[in-house]
């Protein structure tokens, strides 16, 4: 069993065609969260984004999602908390696992980029590499980036990590765990009424305009940032890779984010989800190449 997070979860081996160590976590009822984790998989790879590998699964009739472990058992992962509370005073440590910890105002990207820093942390293992991607800061402001681009809300400091290897080396561990992305965590009914509104404060376009990070601009804002502050944030002191990652979205084509959502089965997403998901990737791609003319 795995203990982190607030699913039922579970680690296993499976046979047949898959190999490795597997995750699986089950939907929450009346929720997308497993098409949305499968989703952002593929939609990472469009980009060229490290992420982990997900399939859809079931347990016992359950609907959810599998998971592939990324890194060894020779290895360990060292989360975004166990790295920034040796580093801040009065950061919580990983120990105090209330939910309450998740949300910590001295989550800033500063923070994470001086952690990255300060602990040497390289780029992802195995990746292939893109030109002007120099750094775990480059990458995690592909991260960023990302989290707009699917309304990601769920970037807190168990949801970014970095896999420590034998020895001391560290890398920056792939994006993982999009769940509380793309208004899955909606109601599908509350997806679909969205989509007909009138009310241009119900609509599609204003959710998606309304998601916040888990980062916060400075430790003495109580609220976090939006997911496109964030990005824009990290873009401040990462402008080359921000330009880098904004080009890469750019080049994802329109049949090629089609061809990733009609492969949904409709047992798990209805026509109805499927055009939300369409509707809001279209208005967050739309914000982020805005931002483009700014970084110029």
Known sequence: ??????????WYSPKGELDGRWL???ARPETGDDWSEKIAAELATLIGLPCAQVELGTYLQARGSISRKFHTEETSLAHGNEMLSTMIPNYPRPNETSHKQ?????????????ALEQFQVGLPEGWGGVSGIASAADMFTGYL?????IGNTDRHHENWACVRQTGGVRAL?????HAASMGALLRSEERANRLTTKDKNFAVEAYASKALSALHATPENPKPMLTLD????????RSTAARVWLERLADVSEDAI???LSRMPERRMSSSD???????????????????EDLT
């Open 1 to 10: 069993m795995e203990q982190m997070g607030s699913k039922p979860k579970f």
């Open 24 to 26: 699986f976590k089950a």
């Open 102 to 114: 998740l949300k910590v105002r001295l989550h800033t990207v500063e923070a994470v980029f001086q």
């Open 145 to 149: 980036l990302f989290d707009a681009w």
């Open 173 to 177: 561990a792939p994006s993982y765990d």
């Open 230 to 237: 964030a990005f824009r944030r990290a873009a401040q002191y």
């Open 258 to 260: 089609e061809t990733v």
């Open 274 to 292: 499927t055009l939300f998901t369409r509707r809001l990737l279209a208005f967050n791609r739309s914000k982020l190449m805005n931002l483009r």
